[in-house]
């Protein structure tokens, strides 16, 4: 069989080159986090699995100076692998999986999906020691597969179907393997691994991850599209991928981060701390040790208001005076994705507050405070814009239609918050569009959020 190549088309921007790669190799929140990681270390940053905390200290902070804070999510709609997946039916090996988020569920039928996630394995170097690897398997594995419409005809009309009955993916054929016994526990109702998953699924991961499959202890596994993302449309305008939301934001705030301590001069001269918090379980509502929700940001906030810091000027503050004053100066972009117009459902937005794609990120508020913008965030927010040369955009639900929401509304409670995010279409898809040009827009306005707001914090005086 000849394969053909891909006709070429026209040069995609460079950040949005940069994005797809970073998108490529993160099918799961644990990747994601290891891949802005990587990004950090190569740029210098120290270590101090699925959420991140990175900051740069100014030359100039004191304790009680404020903290400028990018705030996004590493997690995404997925199937997760269940505690016991192991299921065959009519001669058919299953993967029984659970739903996290709120995920389109009908993208992922008929799908070409593989598996992604974080490993629990036996150390091989001392007993009673185990470690958390990483396993990204880079081929095609799994499919939910559709009922053929000779056997449905009314799928057109509506496509309808049971989360839990028809939404399993097959693994293989059971006669197509001679299955080994699932070996039994020495200790009394404590099932093996191999009781609760198909050796044969545990025998890939160990191979993938070269260890024996005694090795394998646990683990945490999610479905994951293995076709690559890419750029597409006539002028390479739009980026097709996965994890638009929200891992555009992961990987936008940890290039303005490092980009921001490129100028060693406003590094010296800055008086803030920059940071970026990255997330998990978003999609669930943050509350868990590694959410919004939890004491992670809010501790690095208390252990920096008291840092003592070399030529800073002495005070008679107690340190819960320097945590206040450092929470009124500090501010936190919560950033994820907002919804673009739709051609084809254009009256699911109100007339005058329709989002395009390529045309820069989208403030997002809601008087019912499902997101955290205000006069005064939005305010601040388009001045670091307009000195980035970044376009914004506004974006408010219908009165008749119900809004998401975001990590803002619960991290505002401590901080002045601004939601905004970059449109998209298809979110929550398996395959979600943005605009190539977008990635390079919010790096841009995030860059210049970190160099210039201690400045532009004093323009205006609020009573």
Not at 41 to 66: C, D, M, T, W
Not at 375 to 395: D, M, N, S
């Amino acid at each position: 069989m000849t394969v053909l190549p891909l006709s070429k088309g026209p040069a995609i921007p460079a950040a949005a080159q940069r994005f797809l790669k970073f998108v490529e190799a993160s099918p799961t929140p644990f990747h994601a986090t290891a891949s802005s990681v990587a990004m950090l270390e190569n740029a210098g940053y120290q270590r101090n699995q699925s959420s991140l905390v990175a900051f740069v200290i100014g030359k100039k902070y004191a304790p009680g100076h404020g903290l400028h804070i990018i705030g996004a999510h590493t997690d995404s709609p997925n199937l997760r692998v269940r505690p016991v997946s192991k299921k065959s039916k009519e001669g058919y090996l299953q993967c029984s999986v659970e739903t996290y988020g709120g995920g389109q569920w009908h993208t992922w039928f008929d799908r070409d999906l593989s598996l992604a996630g974080r490993v629990i394995v036996a150390a091989n170097d001392a007993p009673n020691r185990f470690v958390s690897r990483l396993v990204h398997i880079r081929r095609p594995l799994l499919r939910v597969p559709t009922l053929a419409i000779h056997l449905n005809r009314s799928v057109n009309e509506a496509f309808k179907f049971n989360h839990e009955d028809q939404l399993q993916p097959i693994l293989g054929l059971a006669d197509s393997l001679n299955q080994p016994a699932a070996p039994a526990s020495d200790a009394v109702g404590v099932p093996t691994m191999g009781s609760k998953h198909h050796p044969a699924l545990l025998g890939l991961l160990a191979t993938e991850l070269d260890v024996p499959v005694e090795a394998i202890e646990d683990f945490e596994l999610s479905l994951y599209d293995t076709n690559p993302p890419s750029a597409g449309g006539l002028h390479n305008e739009f980026l097709f991928t996965p994890r638009v939301d929200n891992q555009m934001s992961c990987f936008c705030a940890t290039e303005a981060l490092i980009a921001s301590v490129v100028d060693l001069d406003a590094v010296e001269q800055a008086e803030s701390i920059r940071a970026i918090a990255l997330f998990d379980h978003e999609e669930v509502g943050s509350v868990s040790n590694q959410g919004a929700e939890s004491s992670l940001l809010w501790s690095m906030v208390h252990r920096l208001a008291g840092l003592v810091v070399p030529g800073a000027p002495n005070t008679s503050a107690s340190a819960p005076e320097l945590i206040e004053q450092s929470l009124a100066r500090s501010f936190l972009i919560s950033s994820d994705t907002a919804h673009a117009v739709h051609p084809n459902y254009a009256s699911v937005h109100e007339e005058h507050l329709r989002p395009k794609m390529n045309a820069g990120p989208v403030l997002k508020t809601n008087a019912k405070q499902r997101y955290a913008s205000n006069a005064v965030t939005t305010f601040l927010l388009r001045r670091v814009a307009k000195r980035a040369g970044v376009p914004l955009q506004e974006f408010e639900v219908r009165n008749d239609c119900p809004c998401g929401s975001t990590i803002g509304p619960m991290l505002s409670k401590a901080v002045r918050t601004v939601d905004l995010g970059n449109p998209q279409l298809s979110m929550h898809s398996i395959r979600e569009v943005c605009g190539a040009k977008d990635v390079d827009y919010k790096i841009r306005l995030f860059l210049e959020f970190f160099r210039s707001f201690d400045e532009i914090d004093t323009e205006l005086h609020v009573d």
